[in-house]
């Protein structure tokens, strides 16, 4: 069982492949369900969704911690206490889901390994074009995700203008983007904080999508000379040693 476990977490095999392609629905799903219900008042159906969203990421919890070989070291990770944080949130009751929209910092690592992006690469041309202005996008929708849902969790009942998710996102996109009009602010001293965060982390992460989406388009084809990984996508030489690489295109670049 460990075995089997281990292979789909970690192996190469399509049936690998699309298992964690479905890890990645899940994500998604759950955070889409995050956002939905907090414009609707608690009620037993979506009790019950949370306890069944809290039964499957509990499950996926047990099967890492099952086929971890670190796991004192595995446990002091970040997104392994955000998956802790997003599983008491679903499955205890006074909790709510309030807090399950950390589950998408565990999106954006299960994204960055290494088996998710080589599996993208083979499976759509377009992503290995445009690797770096996606991951750089799907960074900072990560973010508005996590600050967002943060400043919702925590000010939903102590602060009359942040009423719903809407409220807390519209806040985020305007402190990001510096426009400020200062029709929603958040209460003390934390909520202070967290707009500073918003502030510096954010434009960091808005430049850093708007330097990939602006500068010349490079493709990854590591150059088996120098180890360059790189280059222009119409190019035939490495810039570095000049080796000839073999670049493959879909005939539109």
Known sequence: ?????????????????????????????????????????????????????????LGDFLARLAIERRRLHWFLRPPVWADIIALISFLAPVAGEGFGFLR????????????????LRLDFPKFRQ????????????VFLFVTTGLIYALQVDENPDIRNYADALYFTVTTLTTTG????????????????GVMIVGVTLFL??????FRPTKVREECQTCGLALHDADA???KHCGAT?????????
């Open 181 to 196: 009009f200062g029709d929603i602010t958040l209460t003390g001293t934390a909520g202070r904080m967290l707009s500073v």
């Open 236 to 238: 035939v030489h490495c």
């Open 104 to 119: 998408i910092l565990r999106t954006l690592r299960l994204l960055h390994t290494y088996q998710i992006l080589s599996r």
């Open 130 to 141: 445009f690797e770096e202005a996606t991951l750089a996008g799907v960074n900072l929708v």
């Open 1 to 57: 069982m460990l075995d089997r476990l281990r292979h789909l977490y970690e192996g190469h095999s399509p049936a690998a492949h699309r298992f964690r392609y479905a890890l990645l629905g899940f994500d998604l799903i759950t955070v889409i369900f995050v956002v939905v219900t907090s414009f609707f008042p608690r009620s037993t159906g979506v009790e019950v969704a949370d306890a069944v969203f809290g039964l499957v990421i």
């Open 245 to 253: 690489i073999h670049i493959d295109t879909d005939g539109d670049v």
């Open 208 to 213: 850093r999508l708007a330097q990939v989406l």
